[in-house]
């Protein structure tokens, strides 16, 4: 695990980032992106997990700039300040540099609010080449995404019993699957007898069967959209 500083269009300058594996000699990469609670060990751990699981490097963008919450009412307040199109620019420019490392592929994947910016940044930017969003759908409200403008192919996870409504609900993805398809764009849809979070092993909703089936399905995918370069 290596840090890295990327020049970055976000008000707040460069993005510091974390990489998994030698991107001097990777051919493609994943960019893992954080839940609400910010770049903390759990998802550095995913991250890691990942990388060696898939083959390929990973990077963790940390679009809070160093701050890590522990309880729910500080996620809250960072998720809340979040400038949504200052962290669109980050990933950008993460990808990019990937890109200019000599990844020729870049793939995409976040939980919960990193889900939700995982179709942000593929709605805004046309760099990502694959892309897997875990529960969470972009909020009008936070930044309005046209989805037609989404050209790599998609692969989305959510939990049927998911409470969370205006971000990952079924009501929500429910939406979002009818607007993909009413836009006939590339995507796999998948739904699990589960909550919101269940990938993540540190939460209440963790559910050991959805999380393994999830991330297999995840790893067919990026090896079918990564690794054919």
């Not at 940044?121 to 529960?135: H, K, L, N």
């Amino acid at each position: 695990m290596s840090r890295v500083e990327v020049p970055s269009e976000n008000k707040l300058g460069p993005c510091p980032a974390m990489v998994f594996g030698d991107v001097s000699h990777a051919t493609a990469a994943i960019i893992v992106m954080q839940e609400w609670w910010g770049m903390n060990e759990h998802i550095l751990g995913t991250a890691g997990q990942i990388a060696e699981r898939s083959g390929l490097v990973t990077l963790v963008p940390d679009i809070y700039r160093g701050k890590v919450a522990t309880d729910r009412e500080t996620a809250g307040h960072y998720s809340a300040d979040l400038d949504w199109r200052g962290a669109v620019a980050d990933v950008d420019a993460c990808a990019k540099f990937l890109k200019q490392k000599g990844c020729k592929k870049v793939g995409m994947t976040g939980f919960c609010q990193g889900g939700a910016m995982t179709i942000a940044v593929v709605a805004c930017c046309d760099i990502i080449d694959a892309a897997v969003p875990f529960y969470g759908i972009p909020n009008k409200s936070r930044l309005d995404v046209d989805l037609n403008n989404i050209k790599c192919p998609l692969q989305c996870h959510f939990g049927e019993e998911d409470e969370v409504v205006g971000l990952s609900s079924p009501a929500d993805y429910t939406a979002l699957k009818s607007k993909l398809t009413e836009l006939n764009k590339q995507f796999e849809f998948y739904t699990y007898k589960a909550g919101h979070g269940f990938a993540n092993a540190t939460r209440p909703n963790f559910n050991k069967d959805a999380a393994e089936l999830s991330f297999s399905r995840m790893y067919s995918f990026f090896e079918k959209h990564l690794k054919t370069c």
